[in-house]
Structures are given as C-alpha cells and as structure tokens.
C-alpha cells in the first residue's frame, strides 16, 4: 500500500491496494458486523480508526460524507458501508476497484449479522417468555446508546479544529437535547444542519 498519511487531509489518498489489504478490509467489517448492536451505525467509531486512523484508506472528509449522504438518503442506513467501501476502492484505483470496495465491505458486514440475526430471532421467539430473553433485550439498550455517543464523538471531533471548534459542539450538545427531550423529527434537525453548514456556520 503506498504510504498516504503526509498527504493533506483534503485530498483523496492514491492507494495501491494487494489483495491482503482487501482481505483485512473484508476480515474487519466480518468481525465488526457481529459487534454492530443497534444497526452498522454503532460501529462507525471504529470504522474511522481504522479506515482514516490507521490505514489512512480514506480522509476524514470522506468518511463524513459517507455517512451524511447515506442518512440523507431513502433506504436502510447501511449504505454507507457501501459508500465507505467505494471511496477506498475509488481510491485505489477507479470504478472497478470501487465496485470491489462495495462488494467487499457490504458483503462483510452483512454476511455474519443477517446469519445470527435470524437464528437469534427465531429462537428468541420462541422462547420470548424466559427471563433471560428479556434481560438481554433490556441490556442491549445502554450499549446502543454508548456506541452512538461514541459515533458523534468521532463525527464532531473529525469536523473542524478538534475542542476549539466551540460552534460544533454546542450544535451537538442542543441536538442531543432536542432529539432527547423533544419529539422533533431527525429530518427537520439533518434539514437545519445542512443549511447552517451551507451558510458556514458550523
């Protein structure tokens, strides 16, 4: 892989990917897929360390993006696995690449989750009743929460100038609170965001 981590963060990184970097790419989003409790978006915190942090596969802007496009976008959230996946194959080459980069991580991180998902939703089924079944679904709860705090930490932390951003993190500190004491839908807050980033505000 050539090296990319002097290159400015704006610009797209010119990677030469082998086939054991593709491997490492399928192998984490496999591992990643079983951890991915309240939907891909949980596990997005790690993606970042090591798509942008480690590899430098993609820059951080890219990664943004991929997960804005996608909740913008009609669909499952999912999708931006798909675009993550197409960024490092763009990256590493063209259109072609780009589509591995797809195939490869959607394929990863579906494969492990829609198995388990559905061995675990007929057996909890069947077996709703038990005590065990409904502790474990109450303690999913907190767990979700964390990992999708983790997930705006890295988002917010990855825009703009770190702690010394203050408007960023004022904005997630009063979206956090409307989305928790209010009943406000997410479109309307993604709609306010987009047009004070428009305007340059945040």
Known sequence: MTPTSQLAPE???????????????FIHYLSLSL??????ISTASDMHRFLVDEQHWLTDAQFNASIAIAQAAPGPNVLFIALMGWNVGLNAGGMLTGLLGVFTAMLGMLIPSTT???????WGHRNREL????????????????????????????????????????????????????????????????????????
């Open 11 to 25: 610009l797209a990184p010119q990677l030469l990917l082998a086939w054991q970097d593709w491997a490492s790419l």
């Open 35 to 40: 951890l991915a409790i309240g939907g891909a």
């Open 116 to 122: 388990l998902t559905y061995l675990a939703a007929q």
């Open 131 to 202: 005590r065990a079944v409904r502790a474990f679904k109450q303690g999913m709860a907190p767990i979700v929460v964390a990992l999708l705090i983790a997930i705006g930490w890295v988002l917010t932390a990855a825009n703009g100038s770190g702690m010394n951003n203050w408007p960023v993190w004022l904005l997630t500190a009063l979206t956090t609170l409307i989305v928790w004491r209010s009943k406000i839908h997410l479109l309307w807050l993604l709609g306010a965001g987009a047009l004070l980033g428009w305007f340059g505000l945040v």
